[in-house]
């Protein structure tokens, strides 16, 4: 068995039409980042449309 850091796991990030190219993305990025920090996970893990790769 392989055993890996725990991960932090994001997806289906999106912003208005209306809120694109004014920073809300970065924004959003940060902030799970700072998030997964703070819980002292080694990774953030980004899924497309909101995809689990852990199962849950």
Do not use: W
């Amino acid at each position: 068995m392989l055993k890996s850091a725990p991960f932090a796991e994001t997806g289906g990030l999106a912003v208005d039409a209306v809120h694109r190219r004014m920073g809300v993305g970065q924004k959003l990025v940060r902030q799970c980042i700072g998030r997964a920090q703070c819980k002292s996970y080694g990774q953030l893990r980004v899924c497309p449309n909101g995809e689990s790769r852990s199962g849950f």
